[in-house]
């Protein structure tokens, strides 16, 4: 991290950290139907999740007007509902022999909320579907078609002498990213779907989206100490790479999180959520409204009374605009 540009605030993180581990979350939202739902097989359940994940990135537009779902939470409602109707788009051994523009038409109505396929709301197709034919090619190559056998024969390790989840997976395009966003995300659902529980948790790395990216560098937990890339944030200006700013982020919320008590898998569930309704185009602290409606933080955090932000009395972007103005980079990448 070239620390001209960016700078990690550690008191500051600290501060956060104290926060979150100030309150705690709730039950209900580890109960919903994607990780509880039962399925004829564990390996169905396996490649739900596993696809789901594959394809998850740079959903803005991802939306279900009737059932008031965005995002992740479409995501979730269309892979229960192929993996209940459709469970052929869930097969690498049939998915491995698509053209993507086949795959693409078939994926096409369970993101449209009239099952119209031209009524889909799901952008990037194209890629999304290369994704998931990439990647089952070499579930198909190497693991005999099963998603199952690909993550147990990792002995329940990120790290495991080439075997382990974050070794294999960056194998596959969908899962490459180096540093591990969609990887974790993946065994953070798996080990709440009471499917696996990693043995080396010293070497999960915390996930890091957009939504989280964006809180931090408002909170101050990350400085941004060059100007014209300030600037560029402010002005939501595309940038060639968030890598410096990403890694000083992930390194926030291990501060964070050892901070706070919880697990680092856990930051996710507090920032994306602060990041997806708190604390984005509008903002809680100076708008008095989240941008989602039933606000994301409350379905998560459990909370008395949500009229002001969590982290208002510490938060730099509260007091100061050139902080609430900053947005997260703009980079063209699937790798969140």
């Not at 698509?98 to 009239?114: E, W």
């Not at 690909?150 to 790290?159: A, D, F, N």
């Not at 790479?241 to 901070?259: G, L, N, P, V, W």
Request: glycine content about 4%; charged content about 25%; proline content about 4%.
């Amino acid at each position: 991290m070239n620390e001209s540009v960016v700078k990690l605030n550690n008191d500051q993180c600290r501060k956060v950290g104290k926060i979150v581990g100030s309150h705690t979350l709730r039950t209900d939202f580890y109960a919903r139907p994607f990780l509880t739902a039962r399925l004829p097989d564990n390996e169905l359940k396996y490649r739900m999740i596993f696809f789901a994940v594959a394809i998850c990135h740079q959903t803005h537009h991802l939306h279900h007007p009737v059932l008031n779902l965005w995002g992740w939470d479409y995501l979730e409602h269309a892979f229960l509902e192929i993996a209940a109707e459709n469970r052929k788009l869930l097969d690498p051994a049939f998915l491995s022999r698509l053209q993507v523009a086949k795959l693409t038409g078939m994926l096409r109505p369970h993101f449209a909320p009239d099952r119209n396929p031209a009524s889909c709301t799901l952008d990037r197709l194209d890629e999304r579907a290369k994704l998931m034919i990439d990647a089952s090619v070499f579930i198909m190559n190497e693991f005999n078609g099963k998603v199952e056998d690909l993550i147990l024969s990792s002995g329940q390790m990120l790290i495991n002498n080439g075997k382990g989840l974050y070794e294999v997976l960056k194998n596959m395009e969908a899962y490459a990213d180096p540093m591990q966003k969609k990887t974790t995300f993946l065994i953070k659902l798996l080990e709440e779907a009471e499917h696996l529980k990693i043995k080396d948790t010293e070497n999960f790395i915390p996930i890091m989206d957009y939504h989280m990216q964006r809180v931090l560098l408002r909170l101050g937990c990350v400085e941004i100490t060059d100007e014209v890339l300030r600037q560029k944030l402010i002005d939501r200006k595309p940038l060639d790479s968030d890598a410096e700013i990403r890694s000083a982020c992930i390194e926030a919320f291990k501060i964070i999180a050892k901070t706070s008590g919880y697990p680092v898998t856990k930051m996710n569930d507090f920032f994306w959520s602060l990041g997806r309704s708190c604390c984005n185009e509008t903002t809680l602290c100076k708008d008095g409204r989240c941008a989602k409606n039933p606000c994301t933080l409350t379905l998560i955090v459990n909370l008395k009374d949500h009229r002001q932000c969590i982290f208002q009395p510490v938060c730099k972007g509260y007091g100061d605009e050139s902080y609430r103005n900053l947005w997260q980079p703009i980079v063209e990448t699937h790798f969140y």
